[in-house]
């Protein structure tokens, strides 16, 4: 076979039925495609679906609208070099739970409006930068030990997100988490969740308070595609080796570019560019779209 499918739920959950897997293999057949048996990476939360005949894009449709209503993510795509070497993800609201700007901006008595402003910026209605630079201006004279009160109360890994790393890595992946956030934050997430590298931007601070400003050149978008290129470059990896994660339109451009783009749980402008997109699953689901088995995760 030269495709598969996976159908992947959420591990909490087990939405992943016998019956789900029959019909998509039942309109996978409709639609012209030869199947292999059903092959479960973790019972009840990760199945895949070996096929030949047609293509994943029609693949994908066709048990999207048979699926339609089931609380399961489907990924349709080559056999071939399935799993990858190279894992890049965004942090907030990816790799972790919360936005790190909007909790600052609670500590501010800021937070309604620092949060509209981000949640349009990753929609993609604002610059980027603009709207950084912005945000962080807000946060003008508060004190720097709100990064750490943030960090420590506010600041939980999105589940599976160290099952994730840790088995790439054992797997000899190289992982990177790239934000358009703050670098006191992405140093103490890369240590929780094992990542060998990462990069963010960094926030004034003078005399113990935030200053309002960032240092230049803000990291964003354009930052996070360049990172991928270098690292693709500084492993010597083909492109197809690659695995981009994120949910905001800051991560486009490297999603776009990766081998494999996944969407977590994202903003509408990133769910439909995305190659893959993931809505009900946690961060595992990035192992099983690799044909990875849970009896396989490290921790």
Same mark, same amino acid.
């Given at each position: 076979? $030269? ?9 909490? $959950? ?95 008595? $800021? ?112 930052? $996070? ?75």
């Amino acid at each position: 076979m $030269k495709y598969v499918i996976t159908l992947i739920g959420n591990p909490a $959950k087990r939405d992943v039925t016998e019956d789900a897997v029959a019909e998509a293999t039942d309109t996978l057949q409709a639609a012209g495609a030869a199947t292999a048996a059903a092959d479960w990476l973790s019972a009840g939360v990760a199945c895949d679906l070996p096929f030949d005949g047609i293509g994943p894009d029609t693949a994908d449709a066709a048990a999207r609208s048979a699926l339609a209503g089931r609380p399961v993510d489907i990924v349709a795509q080559p056999l071939e070099d399935r799993r990858k070497k190279l894992l890049i993800a965004d942090m907030d609201s990816t790799f972790i739970t919360v936005e790190c700007i909007d909790e600052l901006a609670d500590f501010a008595g $800021k937070r309604a409006e620092i949060s509209a402003i981000t949640e349009r910026a990753m929609r993609g209605e604002l610059d980027f930068e603009a709207a950084l630079r912005e945000r962080a201006a807000m946060l003008t004279g508060l004190p720097e030990a709100a990064m750490a009160e943030a960090f420590e109360q506010r600041v939980a890994l999105t589940p599976g997100g160290r099952t994730l790393v840790m088995t790439m890595r054992a797997a000899g992946a190289y992982t990177a988490l790239v934000s358009g956030g703050f670098d006191y934050f992405t140093a103490r997430v890369r240590e929780l969740a094992g990542f060998d590298m990462d990069q963010a931007n960094s926030l004034d601070v003078a005399d113990s308070r935030l200053t309002g400003r960032v240092a230049e050149p803000i990291l964003g978008r354009t930052a $996070k595609l360049e990172t991928l290129k270098r690292l693709i470059a500084e492993h010597g990896l083909p492109t197809t080796a690659t695995l981009a994660v994120g949910d905001g339109a800051n991560d486009l451009d490297m999603i776009r570019a990766a081998g494999t783009g996944v969407a977590f749980h994202a903003k509408p402008i990133v769910a439909e560019a995305a190659g893959a997109r993931i809505d009900h699953g946690d961060l595992t689901a990035l192992l099983y779209l690799q044909g990875y088995r849970a009896a396989e995760f490290a921790e």
